[in-house]
């Protein structure tokens, strides 16, 4: 895959630090010269972005005369909180922080390879691998702090004596979800990644648009996909009749 532009920039002037970092967890680079990669540089482009644009909203909050930016993010805020609503999540609001954050934070990923010289990180497996393994871990955390031990039980399904046949195929579902997960993500964003580059490649200026504008439409969906999902999980992991 071709080198970024601000790739090429961390990799001339920040390869030290990458690979000391990566020493630290006894893991060496391909090419130690060129450590760093697109999809992490993207990955770390959008987490600050994100951190800048949520100082800047924070500095200029407003009650009576909200801005352009507010409105966005009390949008976004709104449509989070009607889906946990939908999906009916017990005391929702202890979650909505997280999937609000997941939300963005795809979505931004997602539409950062709309922009020219920039790439979505998503389109790599490991960028979705490392989301849906945090999302697996938060809404098991989030399932043994609402239900104690007893969140065990629902691995042997409402019939006691069902349980032999039960605990093994809920546990295979639950290992399952992060790779659905995965895949859902990475295929959907990488394939629309490349039917986007091949249609620039072969016209000029009308199919080109059209197809950003599926890629901005696939983006948005494959982020609330994802989000949605990750608010079911947390539903039934939660779910104090469950």
């Not at 030290?16 to 020493?23: M, R, S, V, W």
């Not at 009607?82 to 931004?108: C, K, M, N, R, W």
């Not at 986007?196 to 009308?206: A, H």
């Not at 989000?227 to 079911?232: D, E, G, K, N, V």
């Amino acid at each position: 895959m071709e080198e970024l532009g601000l790739t090429r920039l961390f990799n001339d002037y920040l390869a030290g630090p990458a690979n000391a970092l990566l020493g630290l967890f006894n893991i060496k680079a391909a090419n130690p010269a060129r450590p760093w990669e697109n999809w992490i540089v993207m990955e770390i482009l959008v987490a600050v972005l994100l951190m800048a644009t949520a100082a800047v909203l924070r500095s200029s909050l407003s009650a009576d005369k909200p801005g352009a930016l507010q409105q966005i993010f009390e949008g976004i805020w709104g449509f989070i909180n009607s889906t946990i609503d939908e999906v009916g999540v017990q005391h929702g609001h202890a979650y909505a922080p997280y999937i609000g954050t997941i939300f963005i934070f795809i979505l931004s990923m997602n539409l950062i390879g709309t922009i020219p010289a920039f790439e979505s990180p998503t389109m790599v497996p490991y960028v979705p691998a490392g989301l849906a393994l945090v999302t697996f871990l938060y809404y098991n955390i989030c399932g043994f702090q609402a239900n104690g031990i007893k969140y065990l039980a629902h691995l042997a399904g409402p019939v006691w004596w069902l349980a032999p046949l039960m605990v093994p195929i809920e546990i295979i579902s639950h290992f399952v979800r992060p790779l659905s997960l995965t895949v859902r993500l990475f295929g959907n964003m990488f394939a629309g990644e490349q039917v986007t580059l091949v249609f620039l490649d072969l016209t000029k200026l009308v199919l080109p648009v059209v197809f950003m504008c599926l890629h901005i439409f696939v983006a948005l969906v494959q982020a609330y996909v994802f989000t949605l999902l990750t608010t079911i999980y947390i539903a039934t992991a939660t779910s104090h009749e469950h």
